[in-house]
């Protein structure tokens, strides 16, 4: 007679945060796999598959941010860094980018499939979600913009649930208001990963501002000699014309090749960001002050759109910052509202930040009462191109949802 087998004590586990699943559970997935695929087909999205394991480089090259920490990441038996896909918009863009000349543009993506992400904080969080969404590549218009939004409400809905939100800014706007003070790309970068704490208020601003001396973006030079200048030329030469994310991963090549450079208890990472501040110069810290107290008085700024708009014209107008940003997101609101009837559902929120750092215009993010985390979310990113290897810009914009989420708060 069979008997059950029984787990032993030393029995192998699954990890946390993968999880199987049954039958019934495989086929409602599929079930509501099919609904979204027939979704964004509507709207002329073409399916595209890309590989599980890609070059660390493609997503640390400008995604950076909250993202760089979740890497699952390793390297090969060829010697080579590679990671688990965390996300699929890099890997889409780089698709383009080796297919350009047979892709004509605009050209729109969807997708479904596994992401993982590691986090550091919480290992019991880690996990693999699978995600779906849509890219919509070589539309700088506001129609672009319209139809995204359009197509990522249409989803929660398409799949029955009710209480859903979406909170909706623009990095352009921020953009606008911080051009007229005149600080760096490095101090922009810390001005918009500090958004969400800047949301308090002025208040906030002096601890800020100290982070930003630890992290050498404002200060002077301690000093230097001739032997030191001489390589300080030699790493401002080699990075000459490189935008900062390029020129970090130069600098790390230079590091790690160079053997004999004793890092003690910094990280290479450290080491290179300390490099790039003294080969690139500091901000001014008055500008830096300015630049944190202006980004507050944006990052408060939340609420129905009427008259959230209105108070960031008034911000922006004192600060003698030009409009054309925050007018385009009128007229996109605009043509939202007049499409999809969602007044009471969506909101403005100039203290919110994606993970990545790649978005530079429209961001926003979808939540839901029964899910503790971002249901979906997505933006603008129309610097991705470049940071990847392309010669030009190319418009792009997207969003992406977790399933495994949306399944969990009873889509149907």
Known sequence: ?????????????????????????????????????????????????????????????????????????????????????????SPIMRHYLENAASIQLPARWQYCGPVFRFDTSHPEASSQFTQVGGEFLGSSDISADVEL???????????????????????????????????????????????????????????????????????????SNAAGETEDAALRQAVKGLNDDQARSVLLGLLQWNSADQLGQRTPEDVVERLLQKIKGTDNEDKLRQGLELASD??????????????????????????????RLSQVIDQVFNETGTQGKISLDFGLVRGLAYYNGVIFEVSHSDWPGTLGGGGRYDTLSRALGGSEAVPALGFAYNLDALIAIGAS
């Open 149 to 223: 939004l359009n197509l990522a409400m249409a989803v929660p809905t398409k799949l029955g649930l009710d209480g859903w939100s979406l909170k909706l800014a623009d990095l352009d706007v921020l953009d606008s208001l911080l051009d007229p003070v005149g600080i760096s790309e490095r101090a922009r970068s810390f001005i918009i990963q500090s958004m969400p704490s800047l949301s308090q208020g002025r208040s906030v601003v002096p601890r800020f501002l100290e982070e930003g001396r630890h992290l050498h973006l404002v200060g002077g030079s301690n000093g």
């Open 298 to 327: 944006l990052a408060v700024i939340k609420g129905e759109p009427p008259q959230a708009l209105e108070s960031v014209k008034k911000t922006l107008a004192s600060a003698g910052a030009n409009q054309d940003a925050v007018d």
């Open 1 to 89: 007679m069979y008997r059950q087998p029984t787990q032993s004590t030393n029995a192998v586990s699954r990890l946390q945060g993968m999880n199987d699943l049954s039958e019934d559970a495989c086929r409602k997935k599929l079930s509501l796999q099919e609904r979204l695929y027939q979704l964004l087909s509507g709207y002329g999205y073409q399916q595209l598959e890309t590989p599980v394991l890609e070059s660390t480089e493609l997503f640390m090259r400008k995604s950076g941010g909250e993202l760089a920490s979740q890497l699952y990441s390793f390297t090969d038996a060829g010697s080579n860094s590679v990671s688990l896909r965390p996300e699929f918009t």
